[in-house]
């Protein structure tokens, strides 16, 4: 199992930015990918991004390109979202998750932190 732990939300205007960052621990060897996902009041959880450890490929929703940017520190075992120009409807919990070895869903989540922004 790999433990995740998010950091970094907060409120900020529109048009603002805000930086989340994802560690993880435990089991990182057994992870290849790093996802952000996002749920919204009343709404049903959402991919955002991914990140693949090895080749640092990368995949965004259409309602984040060209605004998010997610990137890694493999030293680190940390993920980043760089949220720029952000918009009301990007208010939800944000959380990191982890796809490991031998499945190919998203089998660890963080506890998620929130990102509130106002217009």
């Known amino acids: 199992q790999v433990q995740l732990v998010e950091s970094g939300g907060g409120l900020v205007q529109a048009g603002g930015s805000l930086r989340l960052s994802c560690a993880a621990s435990?089991?990182?060897?057994?992870?290849?990918?790093m996802g952000w996902f996002r749920q919204a009041p009343g709404k049903e959880r959402e991919f955002v991004t991914a990140?693949?450890?090895?080749?640092?490929?990368?995949y965004y929703a259409d309602s984040v390109k060209g605004r998010f940017t997610i990137s890694k520190d493999n030293a680190k075992n940390t993920v980043y979202l760089q949220m720029n120009n952000l918009k009301p409807e990007d208010t939800a919990i944000y959380y990191c998750?982890?796809?490991?070895?031998?499945?190919?869903?998203?089998?660890?989540w963080g506890q998620g932190t929130q990102v509130t922004v106002s217009s």
């Open positions: 435990g089991r990182t060897f057994s992870s290849y990918a």
């Open positions: 990140i693949w450890w090895s080749t640092g490929s990368t």
């Open positions: 998750a982890s796809k490991e070895t031998g499945t190919a869903d998203f089998g660890s």
